[in-house]
């Protein structure tokens, strides 16, 4: 049953849910695993149910191009993956007036081996398109995507860039009714990005409904005309884009409280980090900024591990990702360590930001989101006074200069 005339998407009580096995204490060799099955031989393995998506009802009309918000781990791509029937929903069901394109990561629908030409008409019939009706748009995905010099040559070949404007070049340009978009622009060039985006606002524009995953706020500012704002699976909300990134922005402070119970934290929990704390709770824009980690210890973890800290604006952009790896951080897990990052550049605007801390070895070990905060304060670091205007774009502050040669 497809959608009503007036609605491109109509899901009703959606759901999906995952088992995931307990690992409890399971076998390391195959004699424990056949011991164990023969002292117990009708005892099955235990699962637990996980809900990524409950209960979502909403209704999608034609030619909205709908931002589809919320924090890590909320269900955003699962519901896109539900939506352009890459997965099937556990509960409910979905309804689409037309066919559906869809951008979820790096390749998809690509098969390695063919060329990009061949890669092309191999996306047009998986959406059900005639050969003629791909060769009408031949050219203009060429001329989008960049990569005609490359065109005969195997995707494997190509670089993430290439992959990602030859891959968006098909979605947006084959004659499909919905559009689905996953935060893959992200891979490209700011070039390309706005090209992009001003192509998808043409997309929307053309009566054709465009979905699309971001975690960065200006974007979704600049092309949604609607926002769904996820949290954990549920939606929250369905309407304007500025209340949605209202509430957004809300649940910041709530989720960094449950944060900080480790035992509410992902990662496998095998070392924790204790505390996190700010040399100061207010900065000047220009000024360095330290964050001091306390590190517990896992005598049992083997070998070292890593650290990574990111600065998240108000809006949960990354401004920085700071990976002790590049400095050559790595530290012992057999003892508890203090750990103090400095963070010179770059200058940042005024505003509260928020700090996440990964502990990692070969997986994560401790996902602390919103473990700390601090405020910068809104004075002017440049040695001349100017407007609002001087300073409105962009999203750090940049120490620069300006001479007469």
Avoid at 184 to 190: E, K, N, S, T
Avoid at 217 to 235: E, M, N
Wanted: charged share 25%; aromatic share 8%; hydrophobic share 40%.
């Amino acid at each position: 049953m497809s959608a009503s005339a007036a609605s491109a998407i109509v899901a009703s009580g959606l759901g999906k849910s995952y088992r995931i096995a307990l690992s409890g204490d399971r076998p390391t060799t195959a004699v424990e695993a056949m011991v164990k099955r023969m002292r117990n031989p009708v005892r099955r393995n235990a699962y637990e149910s996980f809900d990524a998506l409950e209960d979502l009802t909403f209704e999608i009309p034609w030619g909205e191009a709908v931002g589809i918000i919320g924090r890590n781990g909320a269900g955003k791509s699962t519901l896109l993956k539900v939506l352009t029937r890459i997965t099937a929903p556990t509960r409910g069901r979905v309804e689409l007036a037309g066919r559906i394109g869809s951008l979820l990561e790096v390749g998809t629908g690509f098969h390695p081996e063919l060329t990009g030409r061949e890669n092309i008409f191999l996306n047009g019939a998986l959406l059900g398109m005639g050969r003629k009706e791909i060769q009408r748009r031949f050219g203009e995905i060429v001329d989008f995507s960049g990569v005609g010099k490359f065109l005969d040559t195997p995707v494997k070949r190509y670089s993430s860039g290439m992959y990602v404007r030859l891959a968006f070049a098909v979605a947006a340009h084959l004659d499909t009714e919905i559009l689905a978009i996953d935060e893959v622009l992200a891979v490209g060039d700011a070039e390309f990005q706005a090209k992009s985006l001003a192509k998808l606002r043409d997309v929307a524009t053309d009566g054709r409904t465009v979905l699309f995953v971001s975690h960065q706020v200006q974007t979704v500012t600049a092309l949604c005309t609607s926002a769904i704002y996820l949290d954990r699976g549920r939606l929250a909300y369905h309407g304007d884009v500025p209340k949605a990134l209202e509430l957004y922005r809300s649940s910041f402070e709530k989720f960094a409280l449950e944060q900080q119970d480790p035992d509410r934290r992902p990662g496998s929990g095998e070392l924790r980090a204790l505390a996190v704390e700010m040399g100061e709770d207010q900065f000047e824009p220009h000024a360095e900024k330290s964050v001091v980690i306390h590190l517990g210890k896992a005598p049992d973890l083997v070998g070292q591990y890593f650290v990574s800290c990111h600065i998240n604006d108000l809006n949960g952009s990354v401004i920085a990702q700071c990976d002790s790896r590049l400095v050559g951080g790595w530290f012992d897990a057999s003892r508890e360590h203090t750990v103090r990052l400095t963070m010179r550049t770059p200058w940042l605007k005024p505003g509260r930001y928020t700090v996440d801390v990964f502990v990692c070895k070969t997986g994560v070990l401790d996902a602390w989101e919103g473990a700390a905060a601090f405020e910068v304060l809104p004075h002017n670091p440049y040695p001349e006074l100017a407007g609002d205007e001087a300073t409105g774009n962009g999203l750090v502050l940049a120490d620069f200069g300006y001479e007469s040669e």
